[in-house]
């Protein structure tokens, strides 16, 4: 899930904390990456974002037909780049083309402040894939004036009129996902998913006239956006011939190209189905491509390539296109089959309740890959591990893949240090255990997060699916769910025993440490001061973090506390808080195995949304002193096809892009393949 997804970022926070030399020797150990660098890693910095490059190692040791595979693949994910913008918001195609049209047309003076606060703008639209920030979901504000950006369009000819225009300087859709349904799930959402008319109660009873196999539910909505007209409620399908049918067309044809060339039959018979799922929309069919895509374990190359997760929809079903292109690393992939071989001994050990556990947790794999492209909602802001398929009743009947991004982990790791850590960690002691262990920590808590924690537990017969009874609280209760059997386990001495960690109890501590740093301190640099936290995995690690010490407090588990007029949190028994993290994780079991809505809708909203003014404004000065971006996301090497004198594929080479606005301009030219609007 995107948490496989990510998981997105609560690692990539962490990870520039530990100095740059002890971070090229850990992953160079880990996942056999060469140490020495060819290519400088952090490209640019504007805004809050830093933007980085990466490697494919071993791409040069592919067959050519290999080679072939991946090209093709790639360039069907590129081929759907439009339709994140377009899911994002209804305007972001028209402003963003608009906006690139002047990029590419202006001859004035390009040294103006204003110019410089223009390229900024366009920057950022380009990262988040629309005018919204990507984490915190608010619009951007730009910081030039309407006046400003009329002049442009008239000195380039350029038009962007009405709403479209109106909207990059007023307040209206200020947020593109909004949870608080106070204020309206869908009426608060910038998101064109739903006719703005709809609301959540019209969506959750349209969706509940859908009826479906209880053992075996299709993901209803996934791939489609509901309207009203007329009084009228229906679907407008994601399909070919269907909405964003010409984008799913290239899809289609690049998905075919890579049929001809896959490594195996497994693999064709899952782009046969997938291939099927957009010609016709079907969910059946999807359900049938993920049964095959998750048992075609076989093969050096992989693939991500759909509308998959929900986060960007306030209430959880439709899905966001991405797609990932990957290659195996071999080392470190056996390395954690170990780990996946002994999942249901973590099942039978886990603090759930007994009826609330697998008997036989089938199938999960997890392996290290090297990212060879990413498109859509994967990029630029990419996850660094993966599992799916999402679709609960695959998970436990066929299995599910899970996998690290290695080569981006490594491209985090090489961008550079931070003073942060020093500034928010409580003392020395602290200090120390994250620059000796807190990679390790980390790489091993998103292991056990994706391959054990997003694959352990199932549900109560005849309870639906917990995006239909945990509703918009379903993201963050997984995530926190997956994240607390992560946190339960790393201090266990069975991953000693394994050989997958040198230290169970500094791997513990270095991991409770960075997790309620980064829970209750590091990750409020990422909100404006006086907002609510709506992000879903910040939600989950301030909420179990919140949770924790609350529980904790009459025996003073996590100290709060005072020093020079900076407060730090200190947690003075680690072993007690292993305990009531699995206290923790056997109710959020227990809501989802049940679906108790309003017990998780209590967890959330009185751990995870609200934060302390006070302590905010407070981290806010402390981190004014750092220049290093809170954000980072990629550049992707491009895949250059030779081509002999009759047109035919020779070989595929990689290059490095010279910038991110020359990538971008280039996708601009080369993947444009819907209207403005859709």
Same mark, same amino acid.
């Given at each position: ?126 990262? $988040? ?78 969706? $509940? ?35 964003? =049918? ?131 909602? $994967? ?82 017969? =005849? ?136 017990? =998780? ?66 996708? $601009? ?10």
């Amino acid at each position: 899930m995107k948490f496989k997804y990510i998981i997105f970022l609560f690692l990539a926070t962490t990870l520039f904390f530990s100095c740059q030399k002890k971070a090229a020797e850990t992953i160079s150990e880990e996942t056999g990456i060469e140490q020495e660098n060819s290519i400088e890693f952090v490209s640019e910095q504007f805004a809050d974002i830093r933007i980085l490059r990466y490697q494919i190692p071993g791409f040069e040791q592919l067959s050519e037909q290999q080679k072939k595979y991946v090209y093709f693949l790639s360039q069907a994910g590129l081929a759907g780049r439009d339709i994140i913008y377009d899911q994002n918001y209804k305007y972001n195609l028209e402003i963003r083309r608009a906006l690139e049209s002047i990029y590419v047309k202006f001859d004035g003076d390009k040294n103006a402040e204003n110019w410089k606060n223009f390229e900024t703008y366009l920057k950022q639209v380009w990262f $988040a894939n629309g005018i919204h920030h990507h984490y915190s979901n608010e619009k951007f504000k730009p910081e030039f004036t309407r006046d400003y950006l009329e002049n442009l369009m008239s000195s380039t000819g350029v038009t962007l009129e009405g709403e479209a225009l109106e909207v990059i300087f007023n307040a209206k859709d200020s947020k593109k996902v909004n949870l608080n349904p106070e204020t309206g799930l869908i009426k608060g959402s910038a998101t064109n998913f739903y006719s703005p008319d709809l609301t959540a109660e019209e969506v959750d009873a349209y969706y $509940a006239t859908i009826k479906t196999d209880k053992n075996q539910p299709i993901e209803k909505g996934l791939n489609s956006k509901l309207i009203k007209e007329n009084g009228k409620i229906s679907e407008k399908v994601w399909k070919s011939g269907g909405m964003y =049918g010409a984008a799913i067309d290239k899809i289609i044809f690049w998905l075919e190209k890579a049929r001809g060339v896959a490594e195996n039959e497994a693999q064709v018979k899952g782009l046969d189905l997938l291939i099927r799922y957009y010609q016709t929309g079907d969910l059946n069919i999807w359900d049938e491509y993920n049964i095959a895509w998750a048992e075609a374990t076989e093969g050096d190359i992989d693939y991500i390539n759909g509308f998959i997760e929900v986060y960007n929809d306030p209430k959880g079903f439709k899905g966001s296109y991405e797609s990932v292109v990957q290659i195996k690393d071999f080392e470190m992939s056996a390395k954690m089959a170990t780990l996946a071989t002994n999942a249901q001994w973590f099942e039978d050990n886990s603090t759930l309740d007994p009826k609330h556990k697998k008997e036989n947790v089938v199938g999960v794999s997890y392996k290290t890959v090297n990212v060879a492209s990413e498109s859509g909602d $994967a990029s630029p802001s990419t996850p660094i591990g993966i599992n799916l398929p999402n679709n609960n009743w695959i998970r436990e009947q066929h299995g599910s893949k899970s996998v690290s991004l290695g080569n981006i982990i490594y491209a985090y790791n090489n961008a550079g240090s931070s003073g942060r850590l020093k500034e928010f960690a409580y003392d020395d002691e602290e200090v120390k255990y994250e620059e000796e262990y807190g990679q390790l920590a980390d790489k091993l808590h998103t292991s056990l997060h994706e391959v054990i924690g997003h694959a352990s537990g199932k549900l109560n017969p =005849g309870v639906g699916t917990p995006k239909e009874t945990l509703k918009n609280y379903y993201s963050t209760l997984e995530e926190a769910r997956a994240d607390l059997v992560g946190l339960y386990y790393l201090p266990d001495g069975k991953l000693v025993e394994l050989g997958i960690s040198p230290d169970a109890n500094a791997i513990g501590k270095a991991a409770y440490d960075g997790y309620i740093r980064n829970g209750l301190i590091l990750q409020l640099i990422r909100l404006n001061l006086g907002d609510d936290i709506e992000e879903a995995h910040m939600r989950n690690r301030q909420l179990v973090a919140a949770w924790a010490m609350e529980k904790g407090s009459e025996d003073n588990v996590i100290e709060k506390v005072t020093r020079d007029g900076k407060t730090y949190y200190k947690i003075n028994d680690y072993d007690k808080l292993r305990t009531l993290f699995g206290e923790l994780l056997r109710e959020i079991q227990r809501i989802k195995s049940e679906g108790d809505f309003e017990a =998780g809708k209590a967890l959330v909203e009185n751990y995870g949304v609200k934060v302390d003014q006070a302590l905010h404004k407070e981290i806010l000065e402390r981190n004014s002193q750092f220049t290093s971006a809170p954000y980072s996301g990629f550049i992707n090497p491009h895949l250059e096809a030779k081509l002999d004198d009759d047109g035919n594929i020779v070989d595929i080479v990689v290059e490095q892009p010279e910038s991110f606005a020359a990538q971008m301009l280039q996708y $601009a030219k080369d993947y444009t393949t819907l209207p403005d609007m859709n």
